[in-house]
C-alpha cells in the first residue's frame, strides 16, 4: 500500500521560505510519476512540482511558469523523502499542499490521474 505523509506547511510573509516534506512508503513500480499540487479554495488542483522516476532515478521535472525559478522539488538520498522548497512566496501561493504519486499516471500533471495522495498541508503566505 503506497502511503504519502506531508509535512512542513505553515504561515509566512511573501517573500519568505517554506521547505515542504513528503514521507513516502510502499512503492514497488519503477517508473512512476510523483510530484506535489495545490489547490486554493474555489479552484482546481494544480501541479507545482512533478517529477518522472525511472529505476530510481528522477528523468525529467515539471514546473508551471508560476512557480518557475522559485520552488524546487527533490529527494532523499534514501528516496523514501520528497521535499518540495519554496521561496520568495507569494500571497497566491496559499492554498492546501498535497504530495501524490501513482505508477499508472500518463501525465504527470494532471491530478485526474492519480490515485495516491497526502493528507495535504497548509500554506499560508501573508502580503
Known amino acids: 500500500t503506497v502511503q504519502l505523509v506531508e509535512s512542513g506547511g505553515g504561515s509566512v510573509q511573501a517573500g519568505g521560505s517554506l521547505r515542504l516534506s513528503c514521507g513516502v512508503s510502499?512503492?514497488?513500480?519503477?517508473?512512476?510519476?510523483m510530484g506535489w499540487f495545490r489547490q486554493a479554495p474555489g479552484k482546481e488542483r494544480e501541479a507545482v512540482a512533478t517529477v518522472v522516476i525511472t529505476d530510481d532515478i528522477i528523468v525529467s521535472t515539471h514546473y508551471p511558469d508560476s512557480v518557475e525559478g522559485r520552488f524546487t522539488i527533490s529527494r532523499d538520498s534514501a528516496k523514501s523523502t520528497l521535499f518540495l522548497q519554496m521561496n520568495s512566496l507569494k500571497p497566491e501561493d496559499t492554498a492546501m499542499y498535497y504530495c501524490?504519486?501513482?505508477?499508472?499516471?500518463?501525465?504527470?500533471?494532471?491530478?485526474?490521474?492519480?490515485?495516491?495522495w497526502g493528507q495535504g498541508t497548509q500554506v499560508t503566505v501573508s502580503s
Open positions: 501524490t504519486t501513482d505508477p499508472s499516471v500518463r501525465s504527470c500533471t494532471k491530478a485526474a490521474d492519480y490515485r495516491y
Open positions: 510502499g512503492i514497488t513500480a519503477n517508473h512512476y510519476c
